[in-house]
C-alpha cells in the first residue's frame, strides 16, 4: 500500500447475537451471557482504487466478512478450549457451541478475525481489513488495527 499520497478506506459494520464466557474473570463476565455484537470492518487497497474509484465492493465485504460473521458466530456461544466448563456445554448445547483457540475477550475475538480469518475470507480480493472494532455494547469496544 502506498501511503505518500494518504490511505482511503472503506467501512463497512455488521450486527450480530453472540454468547460468550470469559474464564477468569473477576467480574460478571465470568458467567455465561451474550451481547448483540457490532463488528467495524477498516479495508484498505493493496493497488490503489479500482477503475470506478471505490476501495472495494461495499456487497464484497458484505458476502466475504459479514456473511462468515452470519455462519459461524451469530447466535452461538464462543467457549475456550481451556474452559473448564466445555465438556459440559458440549454435552447439551454441542451444536450452538463455538470452541476457540483463545479466551473470547472482544480484545482476542478482533485480533484472531483480523489475523486468522479475514486474510483468508479477502483473499482475491487485492484489500486487506487493516482494523476490526467489535463494540460489546454501545459503552464498550476493543479494536484491533495492522501495524505497517
Known sequence: MDMSKGLITAER???????????????????????????????ASENGLDNLGRVIDF???K?????WLEDYYDHKTLIWKNDPHLPDLLSVFRESIVVTEFNPTA????EDFCVNKAPEL???????????????????????????
Open 59 to 61: 456487497s464484497v465485504i
Open 107 to 110: 480484545e482476542n475475538i478482533a
Open 63 to 67: 458476502t466475504h466478512l459479514c456473511q
Open 122 to 148: 479477502l483473499k482475491g480480493t487485492k484489500c486487506k481489513l487493516i482494523e476490526i472494532k467489535i463494540e460489546e455494547t454501545r459503552k464498550c469496544s476493543a479494536t484491533y488495527q495492522i501495524r505497517n
Open 13 to 43: 459494520y455488521h450486527d450480530i447475537s453472540c454468547g460468550h464466557r470469559v474464564v477468569g474473570h473477576e467480574s460478571k463476565c465470568r458467567f455465561l451471557h451474550g451481547h448483540n455484537y457490532r463488528f467495524h470492518f477498516k479495508i
